[in-house]
C-alpha cells in the first residue's frame, strides 16, 4: 500500500524566511511520480511539481526548490524568501504508473507573517 | 487554453436526496479523476474515467458513480446522500497516460 506522511501540520513563519516542507513517502513500486500542490483558501489545487521516480534531481523554480532522495523516501519543498502570498496549505502526493490514483499527505499548513 | 471547469461550484441538499456534479477537462485531456477532500478523512481518490471507461476506482460505496462522455467531459452522481458525503469534491484532468493531474476549482457539497 501507498503512504505520504507530511509530519508538519502547521508551519508559521515571518515574511523572507526560508521553510521547507517535509514529505515521506512509502510505496513497494520501483516507477512512481511524486506531487506537490498548493491550495490556497480558494479550494483549488494548484499544481507546482511533479518528478517521477527515475529523475532524483534537485529542481529550483524561482523561490522555490525541491529535494528528492530515494534513499530516505523524501521529496522535500523548500521556499526561499517566503512571501505572505504563499499561505497555503501544501500538498505532497505520491501516484503509481500503474493505478493512476494519487495518495496524499495530510498536509501541512503554512502561515507567513507579514 | 481554458483550465478545468466544474459546476456547480456550491450546492447544498439534504439527507437522502441525490447530487450530480459536472467536470469538463482541459482541451485535448481524455483523463478525468474525481477526489474527496474532508477535513477528517483528507483528500481521496474516487474513481477516473478513460474514453467514457472506468479505469480506476478507490474505495468508495456503490453511492458513488460516475460517467464520462464522448467530448470527455465527466459526471459524477452520489445517491442517498449522507451527512458525511458533505466535501469539497475535486476534479482532475489527465492526458492519456493520466499522469498530468490539473486540478478544477472543486464542488462544495453540503449536506443538510
Known amino acids: 500500500a501507498q503512504k505520504v506522511t507530511q509530519a508538519q501540520t502547521e508551519i508559521s513563519v515571518v515574511e523572507k524566511e526560508d521553510v521547507t516542507l517535509d514529505c515521506v513517502y512509502e510505496?513497494?513500486?520501483?516507477?512512481?511520480?511524486l506531487f506537490w500542490y498548493k491550495q490556497p483558501p480558494s479550494g483549488e489545487l494548484v499544481f507546482l511539481i511533479r518528478?517521477?521516480?527515475?529523475?532524483?534531481q534537485n529542481e529550483i523554480s524561482g523561490r522555490y526548490s525541491w529535494n528528492f532522495q530515494k534513499s530516505t523516501s523524501s521529496f522535500n519543498f523548500t521556499i526561499t524568501a517566503s512571501q505572505v502570498v504563499d499561505s497555503a496549505v501544501y500538498f505532497c502526493?505520491?501516484?503509481?504508473?500503474?493505478?493512476?490514483?494519487?495518495?496524499f499527505g495530510s498536509g501541512t499548513r503554512l502561515q507567513v507573517q507579514p | 487554453k481554458a483550465g478545468v471547469t466544474q459546476t456547480p461550484r456550491y450546492l447544498i441538499k439534504t439527507r437522502g436526496q441525490q447530487v450530480t456534479l459536472s467536470c469538463s477537462p482541459i482541451?485535448?485531456?481524455?483523463?478525468v479523476s474525481w477526489y474527496q477532500q474532508t477535513p477528517g478523512q483528507g483528500l481521496q481518490f474516487l474513481f477516473e474515467?478513460?474514453?467514457?471507461?472506468?479505469?480506476n476506482k478507490g474505495n468508495f460505496p456503490g453511492r458513488f458513480s460516475g460517467r464520462q462522455f464522448s467530448n470527455s467531459r465527466s459526471e459524477m452522481n452520489v445517491s442517498t446522500l449522507e451527512l458525511g458525503d458533505s466535501a469539497l469534491y475535486l476534479c482532475?484532468?489527465?492526458?492519456?497516460?493520466?499522469?498530468?493531474?490539473?486540478f478544477g476549482p472543486g464542488t462544495r457539497l453540503t449536506v443538510l
Open positions: 482532475a484532468s489527465g492526458g492519456d497516460r493520466g499522469i498530468e493531474q490539473f
Open positions: 510505496t513497494r513500486d520501483t516507477t512512481y511520480y
Open positions: 518528478r517521477n521516480s527515475f529523475d532524483e
Open positions: 502526493a505520491l501516484m503509481d504508473t500503474g493505478r493512476r490514483a494519487l495518495t
Open positions: 482541451s485535448g485531456h481524455r483523463s
Open positions: 474515467y478513460f474514453s467514457e471507461t472506468q479505469r
